[in-house]
């Protein structure tokens, strides 16, 4: 479609929208007067929580009320939609419905009406997280969780389908009598049974699809369950996979190209392709009810066998993630209009329940990330979706070959830096002052970070960016690389470490915040001390994006003085080695279209 199109079909949905919102049907907010009697006799909640310069400005997020998973996110007939978890009553976790929210560029929203609520025996108690799925005419199916017992928290696996497929914007959405569709049988813990995902067809013509569970009292699984009509439902005779993790929430099961190249692939086509599935690997990623963040591994479907097997034996211990900080119950889609494979993942707030009642809303979803395997085959990487930049601002501040020595901080002027995009490209001199890594923290780069902080003077860094930083940097949050001599093991010389760590430990004087370091190794050859950075600045939330995408960390943060015009930025280095910023560009952010139940 044409600018002229797309500028035509927009006036057209904010008319219909507008349409809505006079019938009362856009994420109606309804009164709840103990919640309100809450929010104005809140006590302690610091003045600058409630400030509306702290809600984000480019990120997703209605205009009240509480938000958490992202659901059975889709392409269809021209648009975006995502489905999300949300509380209509509140800034707290409850009434769960299926948000509806539609784009034409993942970037500018518009709400619908919710789309799934509680409404039949199956789902009476809670309609949970699911997954949408192409059939073979193109009409999507959504499969979500129920729960129909309260007593016990008894999960169940439901189907809904659009009323009017031919409907671009799939507004109404019914659920047949036959629901549910899959139940816990076979001594499957039936209150850890949930979120199905995406399906995919395999040659002999049947639907497979994965549901996390738990099995006994620390095993994660994800079961899987055939169908030929997508109504009838078996479950295989043993999971594709397990680990002794915890519970295994949201899971995602998705292949990637194994040849270099940066496209996605649909989940069908690859398994049913068999020449095309000798050029895939497969991506499982689970999110662990427990530790509370999602991991994955990269590795071998064997089809016959209906097993998913790790490339690296030790991935479910040594977990890679996709992203070391606030980042949870992410959910991927095929975008067949580009042709990549998009991620989407919800960041909680971290500051109070009290805060969050007092300032009306909770919950952002992280910014749409494209992702692919890098050419080792060892891991994803991941980068923000090309449309983002639609928002940058026209002129950007440029700063270019500015040597940083040890202990200096360089601010970056020009530009108001509260809702900013910066990209920075590092140069170190030389690695010869690097620490060497204590081999008790070689896998274990949180507590490296919480232990040698932004502050802690090392050898080669920390260096980086304070980010959202007051004027006398009584606040700041530090995005920041530390280099490392490896571990001593027999001798040899071995790669550097690269840690990338943010630290908000001083990020607001506001109390009873909660401020961990966020870290992870970078995978990447830095001994041409060369390494990049971009961080998405969005007023209460830093988007990090290490060495091209190899780690990215999503940090909360709520600073009470370094907020709009007062925020500042900076480049610092408190290592002994000078770096040199060969090039750093930083553009204000525009706001986005986001007219979620406005």
Same mark, same amino acid.
């Given at each position: 479609?044409?600018? *002229?199109?797309?500028?035509?079909?927009?006036?057209?949905?904010?008319?219909?929208?507008?349409?809505?919102?006079?019938?009362?049907?856009?994420?109606?907010?309804?009164?709840?007067?103990?919640?309100?009697? &809450?929010? $104005?006799?809140?006590?302690?909640?610091?003045?600058?929580?409630? %400030?509306?310069? !702290?809600?984000?400005?480019?990120?997703?997020?209605?205009? /009240?009320? =509480?938000?958490?998973?992202?659901?059975?996110?889709?392409?269809?007939?021209?648009?975006?939609?995502?489905?999300?978890?949300?509380?209509?009553?509140?800034?707290?976790?409850?009434?769960?419905?299926?948000?509806?929210?539609?784009?034409?560029?993942?970037?500018?929203?518009?709400?619908?009406?919710?789309?799934?609520?509680?409404?039949?025996?199956?789902?009476?108690?809670?309609?949970?997280?699911?997954?949408?799925?192409?059939?073979? @005419?193109?009409?999507?199916?959504?499969?979500?969780?129920?729960?129909?017992?309260? @007593?016990?928290?008894?999960?169940?696996?439901?189907?809904?389908?659009?009323?009017?497929?031919?409907?671009?914007?799939?507004? +109404? =959405?019914?659920?047949?009598?036959?629901?549910?569709?899959?139940?816990?049988?076979?001594?499957?813990?039936?209150?850890?049974?949930?979120?199905?995902?995406?399906?995919?067809?395999?040659? %002999?013509?049947?639907?497979?699809?994965?549901?996390?569970?738990?099995?006994?009292?620390?095993?994660?699984?994800?079961?899987?369950?055939?169908?030929?009509?997508?109504?009838?439902?078996?479950?295989?005779?043993?999971? *594709?996979?397990?680990?002794?993790?915890?519970? =295994?929430?949201?899971?995602?099961?998705?292949?990637?190209?194994?040849?270099?190249?940066? +496209?996605?692939?649909?989940?069908?086509?690859?398994?049913?392709?068999?020449?095309?599935?000798?050029?895939?690997?497969?991506?499982?990623?689970?999110?662990?009810?427990?530790?509370?963040?999602?991991?994955?591994?990269?590795?071998?479907?064997?089809?016959?066998?209906?097993?998913?097997?790790?490339? %690296?034996?030790?991935?479910?211990?040594?977990?890679?993630?996709?992203?070391?900080?606030?980042?949870?119950?992410?959910?991927?889609?095929? @975008?067949?209009? /580009?042709?990549?494979?998009?991620?989407?993942?919800?960041?909680?707030?971290?500051?109070?329940?009290? %805060?969050?009642?007092?300032?009306?809303?909770?919950?952002?979803?992280?910014?749409?990330?494209?992702? =692919?395997?890098?050419?080792?085959?060892?891991?994803?990487?991941?980068?923000?979706?090309?449309?983002?930049?639609?928002?940058?601002?026209?002129?950007?501040?440029?700063?270019?070959?500015?040597?940083?020595?040890?202990?200096?901080?360089?601010?970056?002027?020009?530009?108001?830096?509260?809702?900013? @995009?910066?990209?920075?490209?590092?140069?170190?001199?030389?690695?010869?002052?690097?620490?060497? !890594?204590?081999?008790?923290?070689?896998?274990?780069?949180?507590?490296?970070?919480?232990?040698?902080?932004?502050?802690?003077?090392?050898?080669?860094?920390?260096?980086?960016?304070?980010? !959202?930083?007051?004027?006398?940097?009584?606040?700041?949050?530090?995005?920041?690389?530390?280099?490392?001599?490896?571990?001593?093991?027999?001798?040899?010389?071995?790669?550097?470490?690269? *840690?990338?760590?943010?630290?908000?430990?001083?990020?607001?004087?506001?109390?009873?915040?909660?401020?961990? $370091?966020?870290?992870?190794?970078?995978?990447?050859?830095? $001994?041409?001390?060369?390494?990049?950075?971009?961080?998405?600045?969005?007023?209460?939330?830093?988007?990090?994006?290490?060495?091209?995408?190899?780690?990215?960390?999503?940090?909360?943060?709520?600073?009470?003085?370094?907020?709009?015009?007062?925020?500042?930025?900076?480049?610092?280095?408190?290592?002994? &080695?000078?770096?040199?910023?060969?090039?750093?560009?930083?553009?204000?952010?525009?706001?986005?279209?986001?007219?979620?139940?406005?």
């Amino acid at each position: 479609m044409g600018v *002229l199109g797309s500028r035509v079909a927009w006036a057209w949905l904010v008319q219909l929208l507008l349409l809505q919102q006079l019938a009362g049907a856009s994420h109606v907010v309804y009164d709840d007067l103990e919640l309100q009697a &809450a929010a $104005t006799t809140a006590d302690g909640v610091p003045p600058s929580i409630v %400030d509306s310069e !702290l809600r984000t400005g480019y990120h997703f997020q209605p205009p /009240k009320n =509480w938000i958490n998973d992202p659901n059975a996110p889709m392409y269809y007939k021209g648009w975006y939609h995502l489905f999300y978890q949300y509380n209509p009553k509140g800034a707290v976790w409850g009434n769960i419905v299926w948000a509806h929210s539609v784009s034409r560029d993942l970037i500018n929203w518009v709400a619908l009406k919710p789309a799934i609520e509680p409404s039949i025996r199956a789902d009476k108690y809670g309609c949970w997280s699911g997954s949408a799925t192409m059939m073979a @005419d193109g009409t999507p199916v959504i499969m979500y969780t129920g729960v129909n017992r309260p @007593d016990v928290n008894y999960q169940v696996q439901n189907v809904a389908l659009p009323r009017n497929g031919s409907d671009p914007l799939l507004r +109404e =959405w019914v659920k047949p009598g036959h629901n549910p569709v899959i139940v816990p049988e076979g001594g499957i813990n039936a209150t850890q049974f949930r979120d199905p995902t995406t399906a995919w067809r395999g040659a %002999d013509g049947h639907w497979r699809l994965l549901v996390g569970s738990l099995a006994g009292q620390s095993r994660g699984v994800a079961y899987v369950y055939r169908s030929r009509d997508f109504r009838r439902w078996t479950r295989a005779a043993q999971p *594709l996979h397990s680990a002794p993790t915890g519970m =295994w929430e949201c899971p995602d099961f998705y292949p990637v190209t194994a040849d270099g190249r940066r +496209e996605g692939v649909d989940t069908s086509s690859a398994v049913v392709d068999a020449a095309a599935s000798a050029r895939v690997k497969y991506v499982l990623k689970n999110s662990l009810d427990l530790r509370r963040y999602d991991y994955y591994t990269v590795g071998t479907y064997d089809r016959k066998a209906e097993r998913y097997v790790p490339d %690296d034996p030790a991935g479910d211990e040594h977990h890679i993630r996709y992203d070391y900080g606030n980042f949870y119950a992410s959910k991927t889609f095929y @975008d067949p209009a /580009k042709r990549r494979r998009i991620l989407w993942g919800w960041a909680n707030e971290s500051d109070t329940a009290a %805060d969050d009642v007092a300032k009306g809303w909770a919950g952002i979803q992280a910014i749409p990330r494209k992702v =692919w395997l890098d050419p080792s085959g060892k891991q994803l990487l991941q980068w923000p979706i090309e449309e983002v930049e639609r928002l940058r601002g026209k002129w950007p501040v440029i700063l270019k070959d500015r040597v940083v020595k040890p202990g200096e901080h360089v601010e970056v002027t020009g530009l108001q830096t509260a809702q900013a @995009d910066v990209e920075v490209s590092f140069e170190v001199g030389s690695l010869e002052a690097a620490e060497r !890594l204590d081999p008790a923290m070689a896998y274990d780069a949180q507590r490296l970070c919480s232990a040698r902080g932004a502050d802690a003077r090392g050898g080669v860094g920390p260096f980086g960016l304070w980010v !959202l930083a007051s004027a006398g940097l009584e606040e700041k949050t530090a995005v920041f690389f530390r280099v490392f001599r490896p571990a001593a093991r027999g001798g040899g010389a071995g790669k550097p470490v690269v *840690l990338m760590c943010t630290d908000p430990t001083k990020s607001s004087r506001n109390p009873n915040m909660y401020q961990p $370091t966020f870290a992870g190794f970078v995978d990447t050859d830095i $001994t041409n001390g060369k390494i990049s950075l971009r961080s998405l600045i969005d007023r209460s939330v830093v988007e990090s994006f290490g060495a091209g995408g190899k780690a990215c960390i999503l940090s909360r943060v709520y600073p009470s003085l370094a907020i709009g015009k007062n925020a500042r930025l900076y480049v610092f280095n408190n290592g002994k &080695a000078e770096i040199k910023v060969s090039q750093l560009t930083a553009w204000e952010m525009k706001k986005p279209v986001m007219m979620n139940g406005a």
